[in-house]
């Protein structure tokens, strides 16, 4: 009998009785050539063209750079596309893969020869995802509990019913119109300054430590508990 080859990882399968003597170089190689990649391999793919295709090839092979959809990690490198650029895959083959796209262009992954979704990883971004042969999907769309984060957290909006934003940070910068608040709030810093709504009817109250020493209505009317002093010079 003559040997096969799995579909997902192209994992040779040797024929009952083939390779009498020798079938343990084979299988040594699926483990360390196929297995251990898939599980813990790194490739660095230098991206030259668009739509470029992963290699891949029935079997192991030492030269790892011949079967780069086998591995776990990926690390897209601009080899000269300048542009946003397209990665396909075996077409049929199930894997999950994490991709670091350290290039400065949108990668897009997709299946060969396949019109199923597709997923985006933006520049500089690292993220999990995994296709069923024929889809792409982004394994990281959602999270249980609590998400904390050391660096920074970009995006182009976002959006929740949660009921407030904490943190440490010196400031929090708005590049558009922040969303308008539909309940009572204040805004408070270490200083001990206070900004937030109260009175009746309800005004805008400025304290500091706990004392209200100004506030202004929706007429206009500022009250202040000290001096105000026009056309001077701010501390």
Do not use: H
């Amino acid at each position: 009998m003559s040997s096969t080859y799995s579909t997902d990882l192209r994992i040779q399968l040797m024929g009952a009785g083939d390779q009498a003597g020798t079938w343990g170089a084979t299988t040594n190689n699926n483990f360390q050539y196929i297995f251990e990649q898939a599980i813990a391999g790194l490739q660095t793919v230098s991206v030259t063209t668009t739509p470029q295709a992963l290699t891949y090839l029935n079997g192991a092979t030492s030269t790892l750079a011949n079967n780069q959809a086998i591995c776990a990690v990926l690390i897209f490198t601009n080899g000269g596309v300048n542009a946003n650029f397209t990665i396909t895959t075996p077409s049929n083959s199930q894997k999950t893969y994490i991709i670091y796209n350290n290039t400065s262009y949108i990668a897009t992954l997709q299946v060969t020869g396949s019109s199923g979704t597709t997923v985006s990883i933006a520049a500089g971004a690292t993220v999990t995802v995994f296709t069923d042969g024929t889809n792409f999907f982004a394994a990281n769309t959602g999270t249980a509990g609590n998400f904390t984060a050391t660096g920074t957290i970009s995006g182009a909006s976002f959006t929740g019913a949660g009921t407030g934003l904490t943190g440490t940070a010196s400031a929090l910068n708005i590049g558009g119109n922040a969303t308008t608040a539909t309940t009572s709030t204040k805004i408070s810093n270490s200083g001990g300054w206070t900004v937030q709504t109260g009175g009746t009817p309800t005004v805008l109250e400025f304290s500091y430590n706990g004392t209200v020493v100004a506030s202004l209505d929706s007429s206009g009317n500022w009250i202040s508990l000290a001096k105000v002093t026009s056309y001077g010079t701010p501390a």
